[in-house]
């Protein structure tokens, strides 16, 4: 199961069966993650998926703003040192950061509780909006899958991104400064 994360604004708590229907009315764009249910299959498509992706293990974690549900995240690990992260954010919180502060949370639990050494990520390219969360989050794009996606009845393409365990460590250590700094030292008396 997975573990309740806090970050920041943020809350991840491991998501529940029954909050599909309250879920479901959040996505309205192509989420970040594999395998979403299409948006046609309606609440019990969600429930139907989180069932399956539960019982393969995958970690999925509702994300809360103030307590309201505002999301989904998803945590595969495909092996001890990958794992595949996916997002599904409602539109009215990707610009306040949340995704941005839910996916970072993630990360950083990944990366510090599991020990894993990349963290990959496939965005549709209908989502500006998700793009830019991956890139803020430091992912860097390795390329796009044309028409590898299928969403609402329609192939979209997908970026495919990756965030090394390296990369996250430089992004997570203070910058040192790059000239020496001038120490004044004041005689006592």
Do not use: N
């Not at 879920?23 to 019990?44: M, N, Q, Y």
């Not at 009215?92 to 990520?121: C, M, P, T, Y």
């Not at 549709?124 to 909006?129: C, E, I, P």
């Amino acid at each position: 199961m997975a573990p309740t994360i806090r970050s920041g604004r943020v809350a991840l708590t491991p998501v529940e069966l029954r909050e599909a229907a309250d879920l479901w009315k959040l996505v309205r764009t192509p989420p970040a993650i594999e395998h979403f249910p299409d948006p046609r299959t309606g609440p019990d498509g969600l429930t139907r998926w989180l069932g399956e992706a539960l019982a393969a293990g995958t970690y999925v974690w509702t994300v809360r703003r103030r307590h309201v549900p505002v999301g989904l995240l998803t945590a595969e690990l495909r092996s001890p040192s990958i794992a595949v992260v996916g997002y599904s954010i409602d539109e009215r919180w990707i610009d306040d950061s949340v995704a941005g502060d839910a996916l970072g949370a993630l990360v950083d639990w990944l990366f510090e509780a599991r020990s894993v050494h990349r963290v990959e990520l496939r965005v549709a390219t209908g989502s500006l909006a998700l793009w830019r969360v991956a890139q803020q989050a430091g992912f860097c794009l390795e390329g796009v899958a044309r028409e590898s996606w299928r969403w609402a009845g329609a192939w979209h393409d997908a970026r495919d991104y990756a965030l090394l365990r390296r990369e996250w460590l430089t992004r997570k250590r203070p910058a040192r400064p790059t000239q020496p700094v001038a120490m004044h030292v004041v005689p006592a008396g």
